[in-house]
Nanobody, 126 residues
């Protein structure tokens, strides 16, 4: 089993920045085999959407709406991922969820990762 704990959410004015963190914990063996980690978000009344993903080979993927503004990174040894969010917009307001998967075939980006965090709220005011 893997547990994911997010931190770093909060309220910020448009144009501001926030950095989210997600730490994976569990048995050493389970955490070791995590291949992909990512961030999703869900705003009230909207479907959950993928924001960014990073794989163990360093590949990254971003939603078009955040390209150039958000950067995902990872401490591979500690299995902590980060999402640096710059130039935030009111439409970025949502609950942000961390996800992790052992699968290397893109299952995480399709929203079917087996492990999810509880979420951290990001609110951007205009």
């Amino acid at each position: 089993q893997v547990q994911l704990v997010e931190s770093g959410g909060g309220s910020v004015q448009a144009g501001g920045s926030l950095r989210l963190s997600c730490a994976a914990s569990g048995s050493t063996q389970s955490v070791y085999y995590i291949y992909a980690m990512g961030w999703f978000r869900q705003a009230p009344g909207k479907e959950r959407e993928g924001v960014a993903m990073i794989e163990d080979n360093g590949s990254t993927k971003y939603a078009d709406s955040v390209k150039g503004r958000f950067t995902i990174s990872q401490d591979y040894a500690k299995k902590i991922q980060y999402l640096q969010m710059n130039s935030l917009k009111p439409e970025d307001t949502a609950m942000y969820y961390c996800a992790a998967d052992f699968d290397s075939r893109g299952r995480l980006w399709r929203g079917f990762a087996p492990y999810w965090g509880q979420g951290t709220q990001v609110t951007v005011s205009s």
